[in-house]
């Protein structure tokens, strides 16, 4: 059993991460397809045949391994219903990690993309050791750089035209974190 075993399920006060389960198909195809949320993702539309490999392939997986992303579902603990998803990807030297996040519109705005990145973190630089926790975002994505300014990131750079998404060329900025920085922000 490797560290990351026990990080498969993470409880916080509003919500909780879980491993996706072939349950949550319709809810992760629902959110993931939503115009909100694919103008700010890689994807044109996310297919159930994507949606079920991500779910097998998280089935067999754990947070922390080198070179690989785990994905978790959000589940909001008030109604026990999937909000969203999110990712931790371990690099390759097994102490640098980089998150993402995706939330369903009707679920934006409630603190639940806070409370579940700071899961996410709290794992990442707690049991998992994580030197430094890096995440890329759209400029044009306002709420999700306020959700990352708000958990202590820092804005460490603007790439211009770096990223080709839908034949459109698009910049990206970068946001990180160290490990030192996180215990000393406030909860």
Do not use: K
Request: hydrophobic share 40%.
């Amino acid at each position: 059993m490797t560290p990351g075993d026990a990080l498969r399920r993470l409880e916080g006060a509003h919500g909780v991460l879980r491993p996706l389960t072939l349950t949550d198909l319709d809810r992760l195809l629902a959110y993931r397809n939503h115009p909100d949320v694919i103008r700010y993702q890689s994807w044109d539309a996310y297919t159930a045949p994507t949606a079920l490999a991500l779910i097998e392939t998280m089935g067999s997986s754990a947070p922390g391994r080198p070179g690989t992303w785990f994905q978790w579902g959000i589940e909001e603990r008030a109604t026990g219903v999937l909000v969203g998803d999110c990712g931790l990807r371990t690099r390759d030297d097994g102490v640098q990690g980089e998150i993402g996040y995706t939330l369903a519109p009707e679920a934006q705005g409630r603190g639940l993309g806070t409370a579940a990145v700071t899961l996410m973190l709290d794992a990442a630089f707690g049991a998992l050791g994580f030197h430094r926790v890096t995440a890329r975002t759209d400029p044009a994505n306002t709420r999700s750089a306020a959700l990352l300014r708000r958990l202590g990131f820092r804005h460490e750079g603007l790439s211009i035209a770096s990223v080709r998404i839908r034949g459109v060329w698009l910049d990206d900025d970068h946001y990180a974190l160290l490990g030192t920085e996180w215990p000393a922000r406030a909860r």
